[in-house]
Antibody, heavy 121, light 107 residues
Framework: QLQLQESGPGLVKPSETLSLTCTVS??????????WGWIRQPPGKGLEWIGS???????SYNPSLESRVAISVDTSKNQFSLKVTSVTAGDTAVYYC?????????????WGQGTLVTVSS | EIVLTQSPGTLSLSPGERATLSCRAS???????LAWYQQKPGQAPRLLIY???SRATGIPDRFSGSGSGTDFTLTISRLEPEDFAVYYC????????FGQGTKLEFK
């Protein structure tokens, strides 16, 4: 049973860089059938896609965040990571990592439990 | 960017009733790249429907999806107590965007 787990600091200061890692267990990140993505949800609000990548391809990003976001993969650790630079209070959210699969026409079929990141001094 | 508008914002129903949730896209998303998710408080979203009408693994058959182009519907035929939650539609044909959600609450 494949599982995803987010990890990283729960508190980040304004103007600094938010860094999160998603660890994939119960399966390999190295598959051409899957993409790996990040989605966030501000408290009490809706979902926003941040970006996605495959283990071998270039990442794609939400145009509204593209200038501040980077997603990368470490196949040796079965992990992928998110960095958001120059954060503000508006970046406070629960951050989810998720898999999208060719078997579900690339809908997000498996999600991590999410991790709350608060931007505050 | 394709904008998804869900209606109603809140739907008040009782167990056993039928729920019909709507998702309208600002431009066509075809029929392959529309999904529905269920989210309960404190939990991650769960995939219910992909490709507009295919149920994800383990999803009960009381959940069904339909539509194509710009108009899509999620139907829950007979509500169970555990179905009261927030539902999001998502398109992934052109980048990825989510609707703002429909809250399904007890009447």
């Amino acid at each position: 049973q494949l599982q995803l787990q987010e990890s990283g600091p729960g508190l980040v200061k304004p103007s600094e860089t938010l860094s999160l890692t998603c660890t994939v267990s119960g399966g390999s990140i190295r598959s051409s059938y899957y993409y790996w993505g990040w989605i966030r949800q501000p408290p009490g609000k809706g979902l926003e896609w941040i970006g996605s990548l495959s283990y071998s391809g270039s990442p794609s990003y939400n145009p509204s965040l593209e200038s501040r976001v980077a997603i990368s993969v470490d196949t040796s650790k079965n992990q992928f990571s998110l960095k958001v630079t120059s954060v503000t209070a508006g970046d406070t959210a629960v951050y989810y990592c998720a898999r999208h699969s060719i078997t579900t026409t690339f809908a997000f079929d498996i999600w991590g439990q999410g991790t709350l990141v608060t931007v505050s001094s | 960017e394709i904008v998804l508008t869900q209606s109603p914002g809140t739907l008040s129903l009782s167990p056993g009733e039928r729920a019909t949730l709507s998702c309208r896209a600002s431009q066509s998303v075809g029929s392959t790249y529309l999904a529905w998710y269920q989210q309960k408080p404190g939990q991650a979203p769960r995939l219910l429907i992909y490709g507009a009408s295919s149920r994800a693994t383990g999803i009960p058959d009381r959940f069904s999806g339909s539509g194509s182009g710009t108009d899509f519907t999620l139907t829950i035929s007979r509500l169970e107590p555990e179905d009261f939650a927030v539902y999001y539609c998502q398109q992934y044909g052109s980048s990825y965007t989510f609707g703002q959600g429909t809250k399904l609450e007890f009447k």
